[in-house]
């Protein structure tokens, strides 16, 4: 299997050639990302939608962050990057349809069982407003653990320090098989994963997390690499703000901000 490769940049975005991925978080080569959150609107109140991500990941594994994201691959153009939607939760939509916020300039840096990173991003910001249940979202069993939300304005006093915790809410899809390279891998709760951990100890959150089983008529999906079932889990969470993805208090109020002015539906 060829290294997935990334472009790289100096620190005035000016590129300066390609590497493989493991080689760009090894060295902390500046390289592309694209980020995108999702809102919903429940009456007057808007919710903020977040992802949880694997405990397998190469950085930042069993924390809360964007709802999808990823890293721009060599020759790829912003108007590519946007299938992050497609893959991570199963959203079909035209890179028209989002709204630009803003580019965010991060280096963030850490160790992932026992390997060093140190992640160097320009991350271009994005923003959309689906009106859907958590339910119908279909989570890449290989990069997502759950999805959650929670009101936009309670998260803003999370990253404010106004609020200790927040309350979220959200759905493990029960997808029966992944498939990789050919192969189907196995993605059910039986795997080992816990269901919920704390990003910073590994150690069990079951006194934070509460699930509830819920049943949802199958989803539609055009990818035959997810088949997710008519069961989800339904997950009430305390979050705080170390659960998060360090991005910085600054660049979560600004996203917080931003998204209060994008279009709703």
């Known amino acids: 299997m060829t290294p997935e490769r990334f472009d790289i940049y100096d620190d005035q975005q000016k590129w300066i050639g390609t590497a493989p991925r493991n080689e760009v978080h090894a060295k902390g080569y500046w390289h592309r990302s694209f980020h995108c959150w999702i809102v919903r609107d429940e009456g007057d109140k808007r919710m903020v939608l977040f992802q949880r991500r694997r405990d397998i990941k190469d950085t930042f594994p069993g924390y809360y962050d964007i709802t999808a994201a990823g890293h721009l691959v060599a020759g790829e153009q912003l108007q590519d990057a946007h299938r992050e939607l497609e893959e991570e939760l199963g959203v079909h939509t035209s890179f028209d349809a989002l709204t630009y916020l ?6 963030l840096q850490g160790e992932v069982r026992g390997v060093p990173f140190l ?3 320009f991350s271009a910001v994005y923003g959309l407003c689906l009106n859907q249940p958590l339910e119908s979202y279909v989570l890449q069993a290989s990069e997502v653990d759950s999805l959650y939300e929670a009101p936009l304005d309670d998260l803003l006093a999370l990253f404010r320090q106004e609020k200790d915790a927040v309350q979220a809410f959200g759905v493990r899809a029960q997808q029966r098989t992944f498939k990789e390279e050919g192969e ?16 910073r100890t590994g150690e069990f959150m079951f006194d934070g997390t509460r699930e509830v089983m819920t049943t949802t008529t199958d989803l539609s999906c055009n990818r035959g690499d997810y ?13 705080r703000l170390a659960d998060f993805v360090p991005h910085g208090t600054t660049y979560y109020i600004d996203v917080l901000e931003a998204l209060k002015r994008v279009a709703g539906v």
């Open 119 to 121: 992640d160097r991003e």
């Open 227 to 239: 088949k997710p079932s008519a069961s989800a889990v339904r997950l009430v969470s305390e979050i």
């Open 184 to 199: 189907a891998l196995s993605m059910s709760p039986q795997d080992g994963t816990p269901l919920s951990s704390s990003p």
């Open 102 to 107: 803003f580019t965010a300039t991060q280096q």
